[in-house]
């Protein structure tokens, strides 16, 4: 079955530092990916998925992710992080069912 | 985004008496999720719908029931709440099949005692 593994529960970067959130997934298919953020006492929301167009794909929120086939990685970065960007992250990988898997999360600080 | 209500958003309940979980879209969207969310597991799939009366087993479903007789309303039923069912349960919708977007509703916190 898919899976996903975030590296790093928690990962804290001070204001206008470059954010990098680890993605790591197993599909026996080309898989779909995404990347969905959790503000407190809320449900999830889309950042961005790939679904295997552009390598590269652009999020909302100044977020991008790049598809590695190679070395199976979808890894979220910003080049300078905010601190409305502190929230909980997650992977999440589809291999175009309707079991879609999540990582556990990251949680990401971000110091003034 | 889809407009998904869910109820109630709190609850606190004891062991051994049945709870109904209740979520409901305005978007006519034809796939349901239940998931639950637990810290260090993120988010694990209950069950889920592809259209009415049409209901699987996700990846946690020993202990829940689900229910869906309308396109808008989508039931998790725990017949017998225990302690290891604490957690915060989220229902999320799908407009097709496969890799359309997910969207989530704003969560039920569940106590068991």
């Known amino acids: 079955a898919q899976s996903v593994t975030q590296l790093g529960s928690h990962v804290s970067v001070s204001e206008g530092a470059l954010v990098l959130l680890r993605c790591n997934y197993s599909?026996?298919?080309?898989?779909?990916l995404f990347w969905y953020v959790q503000y407190p006492n809320q449900g999830l929301q889309l950042l961005l998925k790939y679904t295997s167009a552009a390598t590269l794909v652009k999020g909302i929120n100044g977020f991008e992710a790049e598809f590695k086939k190679s070395e199976t990685s979808f890894h979220l970065t910003k080049p300078s992080a905010h601190m409305s960007d502190a929230a909980e992250y997650f992977c999440?990988?589809?291999?175009?069912?309707?079991?879609?898997?999540f990582g556990a999360g990251t949680r990401l600080t971000v110091k003034p | 985004d889809a407009g998904i209500t869910q109820s109630p958003r709190h609850k606190v309940t004891e062991t051994g008496t049945p709870v109904t979980l209740r979520c409901h879209q305005t978007e006519n969207h034809r796939y349901m999720y239940w998931y639950r969310q637990d810290p260090g597991h993120g988010l694990r799939l209950i069950h889920y719908?592809?259209?009415?009366?049409?209901?699987d087993k996700g990846e946690v479903s020993d202990g829940y029931s689900v229910s869906r007789s309308k396109t808008e309303d989508f039931l998790l039923t725990l017949e017998s709440a225990t302690s290891s069912q604490t957690s915060v349960y989220f229902c999320?919708?799908?407009?097709?099949?496969?890799?359309?977007?997910?969207?989530f509703g704003p969560g039920t916190r569940l106590t068991v005692l």
């Open positions: 999320a919708t799908q407009r097709g099949a496969g890799t359309d977007t997910q969207y």
């Open positions: 999440a990988v589809n291999d175009n069912n309707n079991d879609m898997r």
């Open positions: 719908s592809y259209g009415v009366k049409d209901t």
């Open positions: 599909s026996s298919v080309p898989p779909y």
